[in-house]
């Protein structure tokens, strides 16, 4: 049987890891000249707490090339479907690690993506596994899904961006001023750019991304929506509710954001992941 192996910014749930038997390498994290390995020894919680307490964001980094072979050599087959390559050198590593173990054996799928924009791949790899795939068909119908995947979520606060450099202060300091609350989207070229911003209660920018999810009602395929999120699990039940009311998928999934993505986009994050149709 293939299997399909993840890395720990997919944000999927433990029940889902287990219930589907998705191997999982951890990125690292370290904070306060310590280091962690993501969702295994730090949870958001946790990260969340050292953040306010040293005023120090976390620095981030791929997970080593020997936790991807032992990961590779766990099965005869196994296909990988990782973090953006143009956010990390996670992917690179992987195709490293290929090299060792044994390359006929591997297959690699670069997400263009983050979060659970890698886990609805990551998902949907599981599907054509489960319906008697081989390797080389998963990969190629993941290829084909990659393009289609739809990722925005809004972050509440530009404290995390600015401490890790990817806003100004006086951007960071207006923002809070104002009340405005980014929402952000992954482009098709991997990298994330502002969708839109929102001004005003954090309430209208949730409803924003329902009415977004509206909007684009006709080009989505309903059989798996994710919401995934950063500590606010009252907005994440909401926006599920939402929905299932608006557009009865087959399933929509409440996952985490685990260390590495809540790193990045701070606590009150909330996000919807879809894919389109062809």
Request: glycine share 6%.
């Given at each position: 049987?293939?299997?399909?192996?993840?890395d720990?910014t997919?944000?999927?749930?433990?029940?889902?890891?287990?219930?589907?038997?998705?191997?999982?390498?951890?990125?690292n994290?370290?904070?306060n000249?310590?280091?962690?390995?993501?969702?295994?020894?730090?949870?958001?919680e946790?990260?969340?707490?050292?953040?306010?307490?040293?005023n120090?964001l976390?620095?981030?980094?791929?997970?080593?090339?020997v936790?991807?072979?032992?990961?590779?050599?766990?099965?005869?087959?196994?296909?990988?479907?990782?973090?953006?390559?143009?956010?990390?050198?996670?992917?690179?590593n992987?195709?490293l690690?290929?090299?060792?173990?044994?390359?006929?054996?591997?297959?690699?799928v670069?997400?263009?993506?983050?979060?659970?924009?890698?886990g609805?791949?990551?998902?949907k790899?599981?599907?054509l596994?489960?319906?008697?795939?081989?390797?080389?068909?998963?990969?190629?119908?993941?290829?084909?899904?990659?393009?289609?995947?739809r990722?925005?979520?809004?972050?509440?606060?530009?404290?995390?961006?600015?401490?890790?450099?990817?806003?100004?202060?006086?951007?960071s300091i207006?923002?809070?001023v104002?009340?405005?609350?980014?929402?952000?989207e992954?482009?098709?070229?991997?990298?994330?750019?502002?969708?839109?911003k929102?001004r005003?209660?954090?309430?209208?920018?949730?409803e924003y991304?329902?009415?977004?999810?509206?909007?684009?009602?006709?080009?989505?395929?309903?059989?798996?929506?994710?919401?995934?999120?950063?500590?606010?699990?009252?907005?994440?039940s909401?926006?599920?509710?939402?929905?299932?009311?608006?557009?009865?998928?087959?399933?929509?999934?409440i996952?985490?954001?685990?260390?590495?993505?809540?790193?990045?986009?701070?606590?009150?994050?909330?996000?919807?992941?879809?894919?389109?149709?062809?």
């Amino acid at each position: 049987m293939v299997k399909i192996v993840t890395d720990s910014t997919a944000d999927l749930t433990p029940e889902l890891i287990e219930k589907y038997q998705i191997g999982v390498v951890p990125l690292n994290v370290c904070i306060n000249d310590q280091s962690f390995k993501d969702g295994i020894d730090l949870q958001p919680e946790q990260l969340f707490a050292m953040v306010d307490e040293t005023n120090t964001l976390p620095k981030t980094a791929a997970p080593a090339i020997v936790d991807f072979i032992k990961e590779f050599k766990d099965s005869e087959e196994s296909l990988y479907i990782g973090l953006s390559s143009k956010l990390s050198s996670t992917i690179q590593n992987s195709y490293l690690a290929r090299e060792e173990v044994g390359e006929e054996n591997v297959e690699i799928v670069d997400s263009l993506n983050l979060s659970c924009g890698i886990g609805i791949l990551v998902l949907k790899a599981v599907d054509l596994r489960n319906q008697g795939l081989s390797l080389a068909e998963i990969k190629a119908e993941i290829e084909k899904l990659v393009p289609r995947v739809r990722t925005s979520f809004v972050v509440e606060t530009l404290r995390y961006l600015y401490l890790g450099g990817r806003c100004s202060a006086l951007a960071s300091i207006f923002g809070s001023v104002l009340k405005v609350r980014p929402v952000i989207e992954v482009k098709q070229d991997g990298t994330m750019g502002v969708k839109a911003k929102v001004r005003g209660k954090r309430s209208k920018v949730v409803e924003y991304l329902l009415e977004d999810f509206k909007a684009n009602l006709e080009r989505i395929d309903l059989d798996r929506v994710i919401v995934t999120h950063a500590a606010c699990p009252d907005d994440a039940s909401y926006l599920k509710e939402q929905i299932e009311a608006i557009a009865q998928p087959k399933e929509v999934l409440i996952t985490t954001a685990g260390c590495v993505i809540s790193s990045h986009c701070g606590p009150e994050t909330v996000g919807v992941i879809y894919l389109e149709k062809e």
